[in-house]
């Protein structure tokens, strides 16, 4: 009986070394991207820019760093939103329900916007009440119908072509959210509207590295600092080149999960 117990006891420690080395070492693609972006030197749109998701996170980064380069920016918020660190960046605010087309299209109307950017997106809710395909939808739409000339979209590994450089537990846990996202993606190309598509792997808040590029390779993963997924957007949007593309966000120095909590 000891025996039994000491071979499981044995079996269990050796799964738990699975997991922990996939975890921390096998959890990204080694895939060496292709056809990365060579950066250029930064170009303004030459005319006011709409930012949806631009109060929070990666999209307030964005925000931030375009103010910075003088741009005029006006985000929509919700009635609710807290707006301060806006107007402390000297952005413009608009009100607008992304899930509420005629809201949307009224944010449009409220500005000659040269640009949108949408880093919409939650990985919680029913599908009917994210804005990972509607809300987009809704922005891409009136984007369209404002005569908007590019449109810069958020979105994430795992959608379309990059489904395989998503790591396994990512597609599972953001089944739902990859399918939309990539739902939006197809709508903004059959749009006719000048895109640029951005896709992080493994989004989280750290320290920027300054080592993270823009591949036009969809087997391209890896972890990202937000901060760098906002450098990389306020770069691409900046630089024509980049329009009607995809990318892959990537950065070699956090090629493995082991790399957040080393940070």
Same mark, same amino acid.
């Given at each position: 009986?000891?025996?039994?117990?000491?071979?499981?006891?044995? &079996?269990? *420690?050796?799964?738990?070394?699975?997991? &922990?080395?996939?975890?921390?070492?096998?959890?990204?693609?080694?895939?060496?991207?292709?056809?990365?972006?060579?950066?250029?030197?930064?170009?303004?749109? #030459?005319?006011?820019?709409?930012?949806?998701?631009?109060?929070?996170?990666?999209? &307030?980064?964005?925000?931030?760093?375009?103010?910075e380069? #003088? $741009?005029?920016?006006?985000?929509?918020?919700?009635?609710?939103?807290?707006?301060? $660190?806006?107007?402390?960046?000297?952005?413009?605010?608009?009100?607008?329900?992304?899930?509420?087309?005629?809201?949307?299209r009224?944010?449009?109307?409220? #500005?000659?916007?040269?640009?949108?950017?949408?880093? &919409?997106?939650?990985?919680?809710? $029913?599908?009917?009440?994210?804005? %990972?395909?509607?809300?987009n939808?809704?922005?891409?739409?009136? =984007?369209?119908?404002? #005569?908007?000339?590019?449109?810069v979209?958020?979105?994430?590994?795992?959608?379309? /072509?990059?489904?395989e450089? =998503?790591?396994?537990?990512?597609?599972?846990?953001?089944?739902?959210?990859?399918?939309?996202?990539?739902?939006? $993606?197809?709508?903004?190309?059959?749009?006719?509207?000048?895109?640029?598509?951005?896709?992080?792997?493994?989004?989280?808040? *750290?320290?920027?590295?300054?080592?993270?590029? *823009?591949? %036009? %390779?969809?087997?391209?993963?890896?972890y990202?600092?937000?901060?760098?997924?906002?450098?990389?957007?306020?770069?691409?949007?900046?630089?024509?080149?980049?329009? /009607?593309?995809?990318? /892959?966000?990537?950065?070699?120095?956090?090629?493995?999960?082991?790399?957040?909590?080393?940070?």
């Amino acid at each position: 009986m000891l025996r039994v117990l000491k071979f499981f006891g044995y &079996l269990v *420690l050796a799964l738990v070394a699975v997991i &922990l080395a996939y975890v921390f070492v096998f959890s990204a693609s080694f895939h060496t991207p292709v056809n990365v972006l060579t950066p250029a030197a930064y170009t303004s749109p #030459g005319g006011p820019i709409i930012v949806f998701g631009g109060n929070r996170a990666t999209g &307030l980064d964005i925000v931030r760093m375009l103010r910075e380069k #003088g $741009e005029d920016v006006t985000v929509a918020v919700r009635a609710t939103s807290n707006v301060e $660190e806006l107007k402390a960046l000297g952005a413009r605010t608009v009100v607008a329900d992304a899930l509420d087309a005629d809201s949307v299209r009224a944010a449009f109307a409220s #500005g000659n916007y040269k640009m949108a950017i949408s880093t &919409l997106g939650t990985s919680r809710g $029913e599908n009917a009440s994210r804005p %990972d395909f509607i809300g987009n939808r809704n922005v891409i739409d009136a =984007a369209k119908a404002s #005569g908007v000339q590019r449109i810069v979209f958020v979105t994430v590994v795992g959608t379309g /072509n990059s489904y395989e450089a =998503a790591p396994r537990p990512a597609r599972r846990f953001l089944k739902d959210v990859i399918a939309l996202k990539g739902q939006a $993606e197809d709508h903004l190309r059959a749009s006719g509207v000048p895109y640029t598509i951005i896709r992080p792997g493994g989004l989280n808040d *750290l320290k920027s590295t300054g080592t993270a590029v *823009l591949a %036009d %390779d969809p087997l391209a993963f890896s972890y990202i600092a937000r901060l760098d997924v906002a450098k990389l957007t306020v770069a691409a949007i900046g630089d024509p080149a980049t329009s /009607n593309k995809t990318y /892959n966000a990537y950065d070699p120095s956090r090629k493995t999960l082991w790399k957040q909590f080393n940070d």
